[in-house]
T-cell receptor
Framework: AQKVTQAQTEISVVEKEDVTLDCVYE???????LFWYKQPPSGELVFLIRRNSFDEQNEISGRYSWNFQKSTSSFNFTITASQVVDSAVYFC???????????FGAGTRLFVKA | ETGVTQSPTHLIKTRGQQVTLRCSSQSGHNTVSWYQQALGQGPQFIFQ???????GRGNFPPRFSGLQFPNYSSELNVNALELDDSALYLC??????????????FGPGTRLTVT
């Protein structure tokens, strides 16, 4: 069975703080994809990153960075120097290669206070 | 490049009624997936359409059905609405399954309220 767990329901930080959102996944597949999406109050899911299971290189994109560790089945997301505009719900998701069903975690709601 | 669009934005229906939600996929994408997102939860996969056929289905009853048209747009139909069907319905388009590019682009969603 496939499963994505985002243990942090809500996180509240003050602007300019760094924050890490945790994601732990379960799958028996050897090849799969992992994703992070942002859902602002408007409701639309915004794609942030895709990582396949063979690529464990960490990635940095501006203030965003992702740490993929296959050994611990984790795909954590860090926002450096958070800003109020980062306030949203963030979802981690899993898709098996060749599959059609993306499994989403329950999401982590991030509040960034000015 | 045109993004994913959905209509209507909001909808209020009565229990037992039927509803049709519509989605236009992003330019160049021929696969459409539908998700139900209840308040405070992550999206749950309903089904996916590729080449006008259902390509996979989640744990939803048969009263949830869909269509895909030659222009890749799609409809989600829900019959015999129940109160628990109240949710945000999201449509996502992507390239064909098996291409290795599984990035899904989501529309803004349709907020359905069943009273």
């Amino acid at each position: 069975a496939q499963k994505v767990t985002q243990a942090q329901t809500e996180i509240s930080v003050v602007e300019k703080e760094d924050v890490t959102l945790d994601c732990v996944y379960e799958t028996r597949d050897t090849t799969y994809y992992l994703f992070w999406y942002k859902q602002p109050p408007s409701g639309e899911l915004v794609f942030l990153i895709r990582r396949n299971s063979f690529d464990e290189q960490n990635e940095i994109s501006g203030r965003y960075s992702w740490n993929f560790q296959k050994s611990t089945s984790s795909f954590n997301f860090t926002i450096t120097a958070s800003q109020v505009v980062d306030s949203a719900v963030y979802f981690c998701a899993l898709l098996r290669t060749g599959g059609f069903k993306t499994i989403f975690g329950a999401g982590t709601r991030l509040f960034v206070k000015a | 490049e045109t993004g994913v669009t959905q209509s209507p934005t909001h909808l209020i229906k009565t229990r037992g009624q039927q509803v049709t939600l519509r989605c236009s996929s992003q330019s160049g994408h021929n696969t459409v997936s539908w998700y139900q997102q209840a308040l405070g939860q992550g999206p749950q996969f309903i089904f996916q359409y590729y080449r006008e056929e259902e390509n996979g289905r989640g744990n939803f009853p048969p009263r949830f059905s869909g269509l895909q048209f030659p222009n890749y747009s799609s409809e989600l139909n829900v019959n015999a609405l129940e109160l628990d069907d109240s949710a945000l319905y999201l449509c996502a388009s992507s390239l064909a399954p098996g291409t290795g590019d599984y990035e899904q682009y989501f529309g803004p969603g349709t907020r359905l309220t069943v009273t």
